[in-house]
């Protein structure tokens, strides 16, 4: 089995215990085969009865803890997780499983292809994501900056999966050929745009922070249905669509 950087990753015939260190891939374990999962990050928040032991966050995880709790695949994301904590796991004898999605359709194949290794099946919420995704968008278009931090302000730049999403809403991205992915931005010197995507995560952009610092309409949407990949893309669609009208 290849992961989604051409890894090799060992895998038992029959996975029985997993550690995932990556809250949307997380959910997508969790919402068909809660039982095989041993061990999740503290920022792992659905489903929202999950019981299991945790490993702190995706940027400094108790990589002693998920030893002792011996899983026969770790499961992360190039992105979320450092390498060196993933490299120390290998090191320990730990089969890592690393997606690396930066589109839609790569996170539809990503998932199809972790969720096939570790549970043998291709759920049908991932099915169901496919079918709601696969209608191109054909309305008007909108240029957007969608700020991810403030203090300092920064923005989804070039090749993200948030940014893929949007612009399959119909939505682009005035930031998509920044040089970086999470450009640092001054809001006086950017191109022209029609509106900002403010999502709640990573930073907790709420009404009453972050619109007041911008003259064009602002809309708080959901960063969980933004940022994540998994059986949150089944209803993304019609949220954000609704939250950006």
Known sequence: MRDDLGSVVGLPSR?????????SLTEAIATSHAHLLVGATDWCTHPADLDVTRVRGTKNPDLELIRELAPD????????????DLAALRSSGLAVW???????EQSLNSLERMLGAVTGEVPQWLERARAVWSTPYAGPRRRALIPIWRRPWMALGRD???????????????LAQSPERYPKVDLAALPEYDLV???????????????????RPAFNVSGRHLTWYGPSLVEARAMLTEQLT
């Not at 996975?15 to 809250?23: D, K, N, Q, T, Y």
């Not at 695949?73 to 060196?84: F, T």
């Not at 690393?98 to 839609?104: D, E, I, M």
Request: charged letters at 25%.
């Open 15 to 23: 996975v029985r215990r997993v550690v995932s260190i990556v809250p």
């Open 73 to 84: 695949v770790v499961i992360a994301n190039e992105e979320e997780n450092r390498g060196a």
């Open 98 to 104: 690393v997606t690396a999605p930066t589109t839609v």
């Open 160 to 174: 993200t999966f948030a940014g893929d999403l949007l612009q399959r809403l119909g939505v682009d991205n005035v």
């Open 197 to 215: 995507v403010l999502p709640d995560e990573p930073y907790a952009f709420s009404p009453d922070d972050g619109p007041e610092a911008f003259e």
